[in-house]
């Protein structure tokens, strides 16, 4: 079975009446026949048949044990970080998304878990930092900006080989590009918002974990702390999940063309993409995400500042300003202002999130027209620049 179909019939028929579309649960609580006998539902916040349709889907996806669908992406990050206890330590990707920087820096610290960000291109970094206290490897491959590729299996053997759990946010890659638990990883994580659900109209995060241990554990943390996707939110993603297959692919297709116009540039310095030959672990991400490089792009202008950035930034038509990525429209940002403006100047300049670094996600628009749309912009930059010497 192809990956497309394996998808399009993970959604389940409703049993009841037949429906093709899974049925939205608007409902908080659940009639019981007598104190404790129920049909499997007792309450809303435990369980919703319509999350438990998406969350069983995403289980299928990621090839888990069990999948859990929470309000939010970083919802699903705080989830899984509540399974550490104080002395414990993570190993973190160094270019990390700007919402786990700020959880893991300025909630989770406090309650005394340390964090060491390491630059994970490289598995054999994180050697120097595994003590007996390091409970979780916490990657994104690819990263968010500077699209980073990991090589997963390698350190997931690392890691098990001293009974570290690995955890991988798959947000960017998608089940239809990567499978991090075939390649060794304990816990997916995913912002629902992006890829899964693709049309920039909810919020939504997801964790899959390969163990009934870790599903014992994160059911338990889901319903105590009540973080859940309501059903509405669990239906409109589930729609979503139907066709990302055509979407990813599209994207990705897109991506790689805008990539290669963006490498022809004068006025580029640098050009993010794993698609890219130049990119430092190409070959490890044709591999690992199955020649899918996904649909975002990032870049840095030569004239490395913020004024230049946003100057591009708002000079794009068909690339609307805006945070979020992976809908069916293109989106443009600038991560030192918004996306990673909670991460301290010299941090994310050592982790390669420059002053001018701008991030693309390519929807489902023509590529032409895309391309067209920063060919005028950079022109855009260019004629402001002369203007100003």
């Known amino acids: 079975m192809s990956n497309t179909t394996s998808i399009i019939h993970s959604v389940p028929v409703d049993e009841l009446t037949g429906s093709i579309s899974v049925p939205i649960y608007q409902t908080a609580t659940y009639v019981q026949q007598a104190p404790g006998v129920n049909k499997g539902f007792d309450y809303g916040r435990s369980n919703n048949p319509t999350r438990l349709a998406l969350e069983t889907i995403i289980a299928k996806l990621e090839g888990g044990h069990a999948g859990f669908a929470f309000a939010t992406g970083l919802a699903a990050i705080d989830a899984v970080a509540k399974l550490l206890s104080t002395g414990d330590e993570i190993i973190?990707?160094?270019d990390i998304y700007g919402g786990a920087y700020r959880l893991f820096t300025h909630i989770y610290e406090k309650f005394g878990i340390k964090i060491h960000y390491v630059d994970t291109t490289d598995a054999e970094n994180i050697i120097d930092y595994i003590t007996h206290k390091t409970k979780l490897i916490w990657l994104e491959s690819p990263t968010n900006p500077t699209l980073k590729i990991s090589d997963i299996e390698k350190i997931a053997a690392i890691a098990h080989a001293n009974q570290i759990l690995v955890v991988v946010d798959n947000t960017f890659a998608s089940p239809v590009a990567q499978?991090?638990?075939?390649?060794?990883?304990?816990?997916?994580?995913?912002?629902?918002?992006?890829?899964?659900?693709?049309?920039?109209d909810l919020v939504a995060g997801l964790v899959v974990v390969n163990t009934g241990e870790l599903a014992e554990?994160?059911?338990?943390?889901?319903?105590?702390?009540?973080?859940?996707?309501?059903?509405?939110?669990?239906?409109?993603?589930?729609?979503?999940?139907?066709?990302?297959?055509?979407?990813?692919?599209?994207?990705?297709?897109?991506?790689?063309?805008?990539?290669?116009?963006?490498?022809?540039?004068?006025?580029?310095?640098?050009?993010?993409?794993?698609?890219?030959?130049?990119?430092?672990?190409h070959r490890i991400a044709a591999t690992q995400q199955n020649g899918l490089f996904g649909g975002v792009i990032s870049f840095t202008l030569k004239d490395d500042t913020e004024e230049a950035a946003v100057e591009l930034v708002t000079s794009t038509q068909y690339f609307k300003l805006a945070e979020s990525l992976g809908g069916v429209k293109s989106l443009i940002c600038h991560p030192a202002q918004m996306t990673h403006k909670s991460i301290p100047r010299e941090k994310r300049l050592q982790s390669g999130v420059a002053d001018s670094l701008i991030r693309l996600s390519c929807g489902i628009e023509d590529a032409e027209d895309l391309i067209a749309d920063l060919s005028q912009a950079l022109e855009n930059v260019r004629k402001k620049k002369l203007v100003n010497v």
Not at 179 to 200: C, E, F
Not at 250 to 279: D, M, W
């Open 217 to 281: 554990k994160i059911k338990f943390i889901q319903n105590a702390t009540g973080g859940i996707l309501g059903p509405q939110d669990c239906w409109l993603t589930i729609r979503g999940i139907e066709t990302v297959t055509l979407r990813v692919e599209r994207q990705c297709k897109t991506a790689l063309q805008v990539a290669n116009f963006l490498s022809q540039r004068e006025e580029i310095e640098n050009v993010y993409y794993p698609g890219l030959p130049a990119h430092k672990n």
């Open 179 to 200: 499978k991090p638990l075939a390649l060794g990883a304990d816990i997916v994580i995913h912002s629902g918002t992006k890829y899964l659900a693709g049309h920039s």
């Open 92 to 94: 973190a990707v160094d």
